[in-house]
């Protein structure tokens, strides 16, 4: 029994693929869903910051304050740093395609941009230095510099091949529709 309230893509699940009535193009979204790893990874840093804080409690009730109050300013870093971790990818809206990474937020507007497409290219697998061959969501910035947005061999489409292709055709659909339209 499917339990569409659950799916993030649930309107790729229709028949009809049109946007629902309450789909506000001004907020930024995210086309895709966040894929296991990136989710396994953030799972991991909350399952340690747990452990941290409980450490934090431990040591704040042998009476070590200040050692507590590192170990409470250290979970709160790797709590940040898995929230962080889940907010990266590529979000679109009326107003333009925006990069999100680690440490950095790249927002270019549509009027910018000098086109979206699927190229093969070397790309990093997970994020690593390491390179393998592979595609890439390339944006075209007007000045003919390229900034890759979603990569398949990313933490969000690492062996989920439909799922970057729906990614990348979605992303590639926004920019048709705003940057002809402004």
């Known amino acids: 029994m499917p339990l569409p309230f659950l799916t993030a893509d649930r309107g790729f699940d229709t028949d ?6 309450f789909d506000d193009h001004d907020q930024w979204r995210r086309p895709y869903r966040p894929g296991p790893w990136r989710v ?3 799972a991991l840093a909350l399952l340690l910051a747990s452990f941290m804080l409980l450490a934090t409690m431990i040591v704040a009730f042998a009476g070590a304050l200040p050692a507590a109050a590192v170990c409470f300013g250290l979970a709160a870093l790797v709590i940040g740093a898995a929230l962080r971790m889940l907010r990266m990818g590529t979000w679109v809206s009326r107003h333009g395609v925006r990069h999100v990474a680690f440490l ?3 927002t270019l507007p ?4 000098g086109g979206v497409r699927t190229v093969q290219q070397p790309v990093r697998l997970l994020g690593l230095p390491r390179t393998v ?3 890439a969501l390339v944006v075209e910035r007007a000045g003919g510099e390229r900034l890759a947005l979603l990569t398949d061999h990313s933490a969000d ?3 989920r091949v439909e799922a970057f292709d729906r990614a990348a055709d979605t992303v ?3 920019s048709e529709e705003y940057a002809v339209s402004s």
């Not at 009809?16 to 009535?21: I, K, N, R």
């Open 16 to 21: 009809e693929d049109v946007a629902l009535p």
């Open 40 to 42: 396994g990874a953030a």
């Open 104 to 106: 950095r937020t790249v």
């Open 110 to 113: 549509w009027e910018r941009t």
């Open 133 to 135: 061959q592979g595609q």
């Open 157 to 159: 489409f690492l062996a």
């Open 172 to 174: 590639e659909a926004w």
